[in-house]
């Protein structure tokens, strides 16, 4: 423990240091300034209520445990939830959101901040989504009897646990009350270091991700820019996915196809970089936020948050950004709608659900931009091949939906 808390506050002195010119940094210092006093006066409105403390690293984290959050608000009214972020990209984006009735950071885990919480939120239950293990919160509330969950955990031989070196982490497994895993391998993993604690309940992105599906309501300017073409959207991509892609559809040719670019960071600087690609590139774009309504060019920039999940419905064909960075993006979101999904990578065996797609051959993985062109002209036209993919990816979402209602069962909440 002595070297996990000095790698915590080495931590917290280059967040602090790197707050001075970076953004997101100074949003994680400043969220947490006087957090206990703030979080006191908070508390104190909720008038003793049962507390269900959930936490999420970020934005992703917190769409895996939505659906878990909305069924406890929607069906254990007695109980009020406390939800925390560690990064600003999550706190940042739900702020607001009207699911839990207190949100805010959660402050750095050192053992005096993890008692002050705890004593200031006193939980009945705490909930981790996925893939947050902070030895201090978790040693503490060990300490206090507060029964503890890990949901949609997954876990992979490269993880810490599974080291020679990665005691503390492993021994950190048996503070969980129960862990909530997505697989089979996941578990046979926990078998050989002696952890039994857990149950297999899949993943609850699954729920979230068809939630959004059955709520879909039409979005008239997306109606209007897609109309009756050809669509190709690119969402989550980083400069390598960009740099691709634009090579792919300028080798197509296609006057009819239409692509929207959905920019993991929106920030200007970002945006700037995307707009000089196409132009040194010759193709003309337009800007969402600058469009009052879409003017006639076949490729779109979506320079805000919260839409791709929903534009997934307009495509033909889809691509995933994150593979040039080593960290693929939610293949779910437009597998749901049973579209075919283009990304690149060289090994996705941490990640289930790329494995999933690629096993069932409705998904592809391009290294080349001659590949992804090659993939997309053939997606265009293959209808057989369409038929096949939408009718594997109704049985798949089929087979992993209801991970959300075994767990509920599973906490059996009064």
Request: aromatic fraction near 14%.
């Amino acid at each position: 423990m002595f070297l996990y808390n000095f790698v915590i506050y080495l931590y917290s002195i280059s967040v602090k240091i790197a707050s001075i010119s970076k953004t997101k940094a100074k949003q994680w210092v400043n969220g947490r300034k006087n957090w206990q006093q703030n979080l006191t006066v908070k508390i104190n409105k909720l008038n003793s209520a049962k507390i269900i403390w959930v936490h999420c690293a970020s934005y992703g984290e917190f769409e895996q445990g939505r659906p878990l959050l909305e069924s406890i608000k929607k069906n254990y009214s007695s109980y009020k939830i406390v939800l925390t972020f560690f990064s600003p990209s999550g706190y940042e984006a739900f702020k607001n959101w009207q699911g839990a009735d207190i949100i805010c950071y959660l402050p750095l885990d050192t053992k005096s901040n993890a008692n002050k919480f705890l004593n200031t939120i006193t939980p009945q239950l705490t909930i981790f989504i996925k893939y947050e293990f902070w030895l201090n919160y978790l040693k503490a509330l060990k300490q206090k009897n507060i029964p503890t969950y890990m949901v949609s955990a997954v876990f992979k031989p490269h993880h810490l646990f599974f080291k020679w070196y990665g005691g503390s982490f492993k021994k950190s497994l048996s503070t969980f009350t129960k862990l909530f895993i997505q697989d089979e391998n996941s578990g046979n993993l926990l078998k050989k270091i002696n952890v039994l604690n857990y149950e297999i309940c899949g993943d609850t992105r699954f729920d979230r991700v068809i939630e959004i599906k059955q709520n879909f309501s039409p979005l008239p300017y997306f109606e209007k820019f897609c109309n009756s073409h050809h669509v190709f959207i690119a969402g989550s991509t980083y400069f390598g996915d960009e740099e691709l892609i634009i090579s792919a559809y300028k080798k197509l040719n296609n006057t009819q196809l239409k692509l929207i670019i959905v920019p993991h960071d929106i920030d200007k600087k970002n945006i700037n970089r995307l707009t000089e690609l196409l132009t040194i590139n010759e193709l003309s774009f337009s800007i969402y936020s600058k469009s009052v309504k879409p003017i006639n060019s076949n490729i779109l920039i979506i320079d805000v948050i919260g839409l791709l999940n929903k534009i997934y419905h307009y495509a033909s064909v889809t691509y995933i950004g994150g593979g040039f960075n080593g960290g693929l993006h939610n293949t779910l979101e437009p597998a749901v709608y049973l579209k075919p999904i283009l990304f690149y990578g060289n090994d996705f065996s941490k990640i289930n659900e790329a494995v999933d797609l690629l096993n069932l051959n409705v998904a592809k993985n391009c290294i080349t931009s001659t590949e992804l062109k090659n993939e997309l002209e053939d997606l265009l036209t293959n209808t057989l091949r369409l038929q096949n993919i939408e009718k594997e990816l109704k049985l798949y979402f089929e087979k992993n939906g209801g991970s959300t209602q075994k767990i509920i069962n599973s906490l059996n909440l009064k």
